[in-house]
Every structure is written in structure tokens, then in C-alpha cells.
Nanobody, 126 residues
Framework: VQLVESGGGLVQPGESLRLSCVAS????????MFWLRQRPGKGLEWVSY????????VYADSVKGRFTIHRANNNSTVDLQMTDLQPEDTAVYYC????????????????????RGQGTQVVVSS
């Protein structure tokens, strides 16, 4: 399993970024995919996740209305479009796969997480 994130960088408050994750080594379309983040000095938190067919998407309250998750099964990619970024969005962002295939829940559980990538850094600062 390999998950490679890209797209991070330094932006000013109110600006946008699009993160991408390219997956390989497993049957991508069989798995729910997640975006997670780890803010400085904090633990890992979930941001958003998407059903294997892309039809159901769940967002953490802290990003709802600002972030959009999208997957493209033909390319084995999952993206996170982030708008109106704020300093509190500063974090290392990771994509991760569901631990087990063909499962999805609208209630997040840490036990659902499987492998994740190395992360991409996002810094929001004026």
C-alpha cells in the first residue's frame, strides 16, 4: 500500500489549497478514503472521508462548508479542496484508507483507519 500526498504549502488566511493523494498497491475503489490532519502540538484528527463510490461524504464540523473531498476511482486519487483557510487549519495533512474494504459509516471511528501516507504540510499565516 502506498499513499502519496501533495499540494501543501504556505498560504494567507482566506486563501485556498487543493491537496491530492495518489494511491497504489490496493484496489482503490473498494475502500472508503480519509483525510486526516495533525495540528502543531495536537493529536491526529479526522477531517473528511468519502464512500468508495464517492456518493457519501462526511466532514468534521471544523471544516464543514469550507472543505470538499473528491475521489476519482479511475485515477486512484482522492483530493481535498480547502477554501477560506484559517491559521487553525495549519497542520500536516494525511490521506488514509479504510482498514477493511466495503465498509462505510457516517460516524467516524479511529478503528476504521488503515494505512496512511507521509503527509503534506499546510501553513496558514499572514
Amino acid at each position: 500500500v502506498q499513499l502519496v500526498e501533495s499540494g501543501g504549502g504556505l498560504v494567507q488566511p482566506g486563501e485556498s489549497l487543493r491537496l491530492s493523494c495518489v494511491a497504489s498497491g490496493f484496489t482503490f475503489e473498494d475502500y472508503t478514503m480519509f483525510w486526516l490532519r495533525q495540528r502543531p502540538g495536537k493529536g491526529l484528527e479526522w477531517v473528511s472521508y468519502v464512500h468508495r463510490y464517492g456518493r457519501d461524504k462526511v466532514y468534521a464540523d471544523s471544516v464543514k462548508g469550507r472543505f470538499t473531498i473528491h475521489r476519482a476511482n479511475n485515477n486512484s486519487t482522492v483530493d481535498l479542496q480547502m477554501t477560506d483557510l484559517q491559521p487553525e487549519d495549519t497542520a500536516v495533512y494525511y490521506c488514509a484508507k479504510q482498514r477493511t474494504s466495503f465498509t462505510f459509516s457516517t460516524r467516524f471511528s479511529p478503528a476504521a483507519l488503515g494505512a496512511r501516507g507521509q503527509g503534506t504540510q499546510v501553513v496558514v499565516s499572514s
